[in-house]
């Protein structure tokens, strides 16, 4: 029997971690050699395109108020009755599947807690190795610090989990450092940035913005994830000027509120060097036919733009988590992206940027880890089989 690699991501605002899990799960089930559940919070999962062997999961979804507070997004029901319902529901499809491997994103014991009675089954059990998969950049280290003091963060690691896989190069963030992680040192294994590989056949620009209906020629993209929180950088966008002979695309996300989706569809009218995309299934085609990229600084975001060797601006969310800035902040220091504040953020100062984007800049590749997909199977072996092996046997050639 094939073995069973399950993945669990809460997703209650945007599409990050589920993004982040089924990239892991076509790593996983290259060849037909394994098979892989996604458990997702996100119904929006479903306009993902999902390769053979990866089934997908979403419950009942929750969704995050302006204030902070979490709630559910549909039902009508109170948060301890959608986390006791999405609990029992995560339970009951994991003691039947039996999973050879869990990865766990972020949460160890699932948002709210709502994973811990299926952990805790699954260990009590045994057979099924657990693992935690983190960011390389959480937030502030004094905000984590604190965060997992009170969650019983470490105490759940050290409890339940076997491995704790950190998706990036320890060399531009290393969280055991920061964080004060060293208790559970001995679990983490870096696997490098999640960067998707260069296609052997370099994209035709043609092709893919035909696909797409916008109009062939020299493009500036701009993306914001989700959408939910990048409505400053895109007005700035819409309203930034492109030198002669060079076009605009923004893709709008599926959770960017409809009164500023509204507003760039109506710029876009008036601009005929402007195209607005309500959302783009596979994001990769599209960076590497841009000659420059202008996004936000989440994690997929970030990988697949360096992934792809474009010059890239990088306007980072700094409220509530400065997670972003960190990451930015610490990689342009390396010179492999540019860096724009908010406070800086502009239509002018966007456009200024775009003139010049055509200025040389090192080559990711060369100064980072981008290895980190690649690894992955070697990684899930390792679970699997609960031998060890040296950190250097797993960090592959850049």
Known sequence: MKPRIAFYSHDALGLGHMRRNLALARQVVEGGRRSALLITGAREAGALPMPDGVECLTLPALRKGSDGSYGSRSLGLSLATMLRLRAETITTVLEALEPDVLVVD???LGFGGELEPAVSLLHRRGGTRLVLGLREVLDAPQVVRREWGSAGTEAAIAAYFDRV???????????VAEYGLEAIAEKVRYTGYLAPEPGAEPADRSAVLAELGAPDGRFALCVVGGGQDGGDLALAFAGCPFPAGMSGIFVAGPFMPEEIR???????????????IDFVKDLPPLYATADCIIAMGGYNTVCEVLGTGRRALVVPREQPRVEQLLRAERLAALGVLDVMRADDLGPAALGRWIAASDRPRPAARDRIDLGGLRRIPAL??????????????LHLAR
């Not at 899930?380 to 046997?393: K, Y």
Request: glycine share 6%.
């Open 106 to 108: 972020k949460h160890p």
């Open 165 to 175: 896989w950190i998706y990036g190069d320890r060399a531009v963030y290393d969280p």
């Open 262 to 276: 509204r507003h760039l569809h109506q710029a876009a009218e008036r601009r005929p060097d402007l195209r607005v």
């Open 380 to 393: 899930i072996g390792e679970a699997i089989s609960g031998v060890t092996r040296q950190p250097e046997e």
